[in-house]
């Protein structure tokens, strides 16, 4: 059964930082890999989504990578600002077309 | 362009009661999705639907059950609502063309009911 991870649970940083979240998953036949944005008493913001056949993805400061050999992708967020601020899920869509999730990293960006 | 939105955003119910949520998007999406979010975990499938007519059950599918009766809609009801059942729901739709699978799926804000 597929699991998906993320470490850490929270992260609190100051503003300017780089800053990497993790995401680890235990079956690697998935078909793409996403990263969502939840915000206090919102529903989710797709970020990026990383097919199955590629190793990256990019928007604007964010970089997401995925290996699926070893079963990890990173969320690499450049020059954290305020409104960074955010629960970031990841999520992998698995054999049967279902996305898994994690529990989520809950980021504070501190001004 | 409203996207999925979701009614009612809060409801509190006594154990026993039953109830229906409605999602609706207006993107001519055809898969929608119900998800339950609760603490610590991770969202999880309740029932899905590929299309208007069709519903298929997710990674927890029992106490609730589903209507798509047209494309635009998708109902999640509670037949005799539980304290278990207390959770943030999410309505969630996506298009399958043109890049099939990889197409993000497009969320609500989320219903949060309390059964009490």
């Known amino acids: 059964k597929q699991e998906v991870t993320q470490i850490p649970a929270a992260l609190s940083v100051p503003e300017g930082e780089n800053l990497v979240l993790n995401c680890s998953f235990t079956d690697s036949a998935i078909y793409n890999l996403q990263w969502f944005r939840q915000d206090p008493g919102k529903g989710l913001t797709s970020l990026l989504l990383?097919?199955?056949s590629q190793r990256e993805q990019t928007s604007g400061r964010l970089n997401a990578s995925l290996d699926k050999s070893s079963g990890r992708s990173t969320l690499y967020i450049a020059a954290s600002q305020p409104g960074d601020s955010a629960t970031y899920l990841c999520?992998?869509?698995?054999?049967?077309?279902?996305?898994?999730w994690g529990a989520g990293t809950k980021l504070i960006i501190k001004p | 362009n409203a996207g999925v939105t979701q009614t009612p955003k809060f409801r509190v119910l006594k154990t026993g009661q039953s109830m229906t949520l409605l999602c609706a998007q207006d993107?001519?999406?055809?898969?929608m999705y119900w998800y339950r979010q609760d603490p610590g975990m991770g969202l999880r499938l309740i029932h899905y639907?590929?299309?208007?007519?069709?519903?298929a059950k997710g990674e927890v599918p029992d106490g609730y059950n589903v209507s798509r009766l047209k494309k635009q809609n998708f109902l999640l009801g509670l037949e005799s609502a539980a304290p278990s059942q207390t959770s943030v729901y999410f309505c969630?739709?996506?298009?399958?063309?043109?890049?099939?699978?990889?197409?993000?799926?497009?969320f609500g804000d989320g219903t949060r009911l309390s059964i009490l």
């Open positions: 969630a739709s996506r298009l399958t063309w043109p890049r099939g699978s990889n197409q993000p799926q497009h």
């Open positions: 639907s590929v299309g208007e007519g069709t519903t």
């Open positions: 990383i097919q199955s």
């Open positions: 993107m001519n999406h055809e898969y």
């Open positions: 999520a992998v869509m698995d054999s049967n077309y279902q996305l898994i």
